[in-house]
């Protein structure tokens, strides 16, 4: 299912925005404003799509983060659904979440020969997640449903007829941009519907928020052919499915990397363009990678633990902005783009700071702003400045777009026994079959955590040397004189994809393609015994001399000891 | 609630092992599998085996085709309000799974005294087919088993069908994501 952003974001901006400025209870901002550093362990993907779906009882939920980059007059998203669709407001932070708690992770571990002298202290080289983190009237022949919820409008029409419902989009300023009419063919014929919304009225880009539609079909799907028409290319998707079992791209290819392709000595930078090269091995690069397949455990309690945003009577009792704000931090509140938008409505920035400090900065940690002591401090500038907070007002809001939709997403977590999180890049030329999403019930859980270790070579003297034996979580290990040789080794003709896979509703996957004759058994193959040159011919004879001369090396340092 | 099937295996396996043929219809051809009329959204219509059915358009891209059940009222009488309907299609003779679907429904009286039906067709979602399985030309073979819930064994019924792309402006498109 989903979605053709009208005018779609080249870039994650929005949703980076949103992650960057969230801060968790446990977690809280400092006063300056500086954001967390990211988890160096986790790969910088940029995707251009992320939904999570859950299936129960023949109803789908999709929780879908839009992501715009654009004027907000400019904005407008359709998407065609099988039924007049429940929609509600969703929240960025089960994204930030999901991301957080489901990224694939790439770590080197670093050991070293026993007989080195000088082990250098942790830091620097190692790649450790623990050190960081990350108004018209409704015209009955077209419109079922016309209504605004948060920052939209929105309303749902029915396909049966391509030109009246484009018709009424324009007519009634819902942005469409050109290439769409060519492609929503499939979409259009009796019994259809679109979903098309924009932002209301005196909302900006930054308002924008997830939304949550419930609506009955057989399996999730995202329409991702109306995307074509607004995609860049190698458009990262990534999907989380929610249900009883891991779940399988049905129409797609499955993808197992080769991570040989990994830059392990930099906590796998070069992640999307691994996806970008392997999925395109793949037939009409029509291929998804499962990240992620486990319990949802790791999720619980996260979004909706218990205490979380307090008590509402106590917050509508709260009149004082700074004595609100800081309540608001206490209890969980995360800093989102939604919550300062909110914020920003009622807590107007104090023109007397203005020039002083950043109106962001003002609102990314109002509650020290705020505070009696710095308003003591810098008395003059708040000189007129009594601000008399409509606690009722503002906390209805908050509740309605933060804590509802923060607790029904927590809940998908308590309704749902396994997730899985695949991911692909698409270009527009490829965006020719809507992904299907399905269950297996047989099929193994994934990982996201992927440990390669790095023993480095010491001399005879105990000198830590630069080089050392790579071994990757498959046993294949590797001679790398440093990482950047590791990221620019000879790999002419080496497949990205270790296997291509049709994964099926039962059973163990189809292995449509197999690369391991054509990957690298590694410089040392998998036990270390021997060095052999891969069947591709990297560096040949005087590479398999010079590395059996390093593994004699090896061998004499140690008896020496 | 898991204990009370046990216990039953128990004492069937103490009482000899084996179940004589009870009296009454066989439970595995209890369900009448057929459509619905005037396209799909009318009464049951039961169809027989072989019979090529028309898949049509699904609202996010997909083809299905629409089906409707047909059962004896004293078979779901015990089965609540809401009787779990679960749909297995296996391409014949492969016996590839191409569909599958569990979900509740409603079941109201039909036309036929005795005898009640879905409240309305429901689509049985074929394409896009799993990936390289055509379904489009193929015999399909359905079954259909409408129980209390997933763990109690229910009462079946089968069709075997063709299904075929529509013609005109769908009918590229089907093609294309129909035959695997």
């Not at chain 1, 979380?308 to 989102?336: C, K, S």
């Not at chain 2, 492969?94 to 569990?102: F, Q």
């Amino acid at each position: 299912m989903l979605m053709p952003r009208l005018r779609l974001a080249p870039t994650l901006a929005v949703g980076a925005a949103i992650g960057a400025l969230m801060t968790f209870p446990a977690q809280r901002a400092d006063a300056c404003g500086c954001f967390a550093p990211p988890d160096p362990s986790v790969p910088v993907v940029q995707a251009g799509e992320q939904i999570v779906f859950s299936h129960e009882d023949g109803v789908v939920t999709a929780h879908i983060q839009i992501q715009y980059q654009g004027e907000a007059s400019e904005f407008g998203w359709i998407l065609p659904l099988p039924s007049v669709p429940d929609m509600e407001l969703g929240t960025d932070e089960l994204f930030a979440q999901l991301i957080a708690t489901t990224q694939p992770k790439y770590r080197l571990n670093r050991v070293f020969e026993d007989q080195c002298l000088a082990v250098p202290l942790a830091g620097g080289v190692q790649n450790d997640a623990t050190r960081s983190p990350d108004e018209q009237s409704p015209d009955p022949e077209v419109v079922v449903k016309q209504d605004s919820i948060g920052p939209f409008d929105y309303a749902v029409l029915r396909a049966d007829d391509r030109d009246e419902m484009f018709t009424w989009l324009t007519e009634n300023h819902y942005f469409i941009p050109g290439g769409t009419e060519d492609v929503v063919g499939p979409y259009i014929h009796p019994g259809a519907y679109f979903l098309a919304l924009k932002l209301r009225k005196g909302n900006d880009v930054g308002d924008i928020q997830p939304v949550v539609l419930r609506y009955e079909s057989d399996l999730p799907m995202i329409p991702i052919i109306l995307t074509q028409v607004a995609a860049n290319p190698n458009m990262g998707i990534r999907v989380w499915v929610l249900g009883e079992y891991r779940a399988i791209p049905r129409n797609y290819r499955h993808t197992v990397l080769n991570e040989e392709y990994i830059d392990w000595f930099n906590a796998g930078q070069n992640y999307n363009d691994v996806i970008i090269a392997a999925t395109n091995e793949a037939k009409d690069g029509q291929s998804f990678v499962t990240e992620y397949a486990g319990s949802v455990d790791r999720m619980q309690n996260l979004l909706d633990y218990q205490g979380r945003f307090g008590n509402r009577a106590e917050l509508e009792a709260i009149t004082d902005p700074g004595t609100y704000v800081q309540y608001l931090r206490n209890y969980g509140f995360a800093w989102t783009a939604n919550l300062i938008g909110t914020l920003r409505e009622h807590i107007p920035f104090p023109p007397g700071l203005q020039g002083k400090i950043e109106e962001a900065d003002f609102y990314n940690n109002a509650e020290y702003y705020l505070s009696s002591y710095f308003r003591e401090q810098n008395a003059e500038a708040f000189e007129g400045y009594d601000v008399v907070l409509n606690a009722g007002e503002i906390t209805q809001q908050l509740w309605e777009r933060i804590v509802e939709p923060t607790q029904k997403a927590g809940q998908l977590f308590r309704d749902n026994k396994k997730m899985t999180r695949m991911y692909t890049t698409l270009s527009p030329e490829e965006m020719t079959t809507d992904p299907t999403f399905s269950f297996n019930p047989s099929l193994p859980d994934v990982d996201n955590e992927h440990n390669a270790t790095f023993t480095q070579i010491c001399d005879a003297d105990g000198n830590i040397e630069g080089s050392g034996i790579l071994e990757l979580p498959d046993g294949r290990r590797f001679y790398v004189e440093d990482g950047q040789a590791w990221l620019e080794r000879d790999r002419a003709g080496v497949p990205y994809s270790r296997r291509i896979e049709l994964l099926r509703e039962e059973g163990a996957p189809q292995i449509e393609i197999d690369n391991s004759t054509r990957i690298s058994d590694g410089d040392l193959g998998d036990g270390g015994c021997a060095c052999t040159a891969d069947a591709e011919g990297k560096g040949g004879l005087a590479n398999a001399l010079v590395l059996a001369g390093l593994a004699f090396g090896l061998v004499m340092v140690r008896r020496r000891r | 609630m898991r204990t009370l099937p046990l216990i039953t295996l128990l004492g069937l396996a103490a009482c000899g092992g084996t179940t004589p043929p009870g009296p009454g219809p066989d439970p595995s051809n209890e369900v009448s599998v057929g459509t619905g009329a005037q396209g799909g959204s009318g009464p049951f219509v039961p169809l027989e085996d072989g019979v090529e059915l028309t898949l049509e358009p699904g609202a996010q891209g997909g083809f299905h085709v629409y089906i409707d059940v047909q059962v004896d009222e004293a078979a779901v009488a015990g089965m609540g309000e809401r009787p779990l309907v679960k749909r297995v299609a296996r391409r014949d003779p492969a016996g590839d799974l191409v569909s599958r679907s569990e979900r509740t429904h409603v079941f109201i009286p039909s036309a036929t005294a005795g005898k009640v039906e879905l409240e309305g067709v429901v689509p049985l979602f074929l394409c896009p087919t799993p990936i390289g399985i055509p379904v489009a030309d193929e015999t399909i073979e359905l079954e259909v088993e409408i129980s209390k819930d997933a763990e109690t064994p229910g009462v079946k019924g089968t069709l075997r069908f063709i299904p075929r792309c529509p013609e005109g402006d769908q009918a590229e498109f089907c093609r294309n994501i129909c035959f695997g």
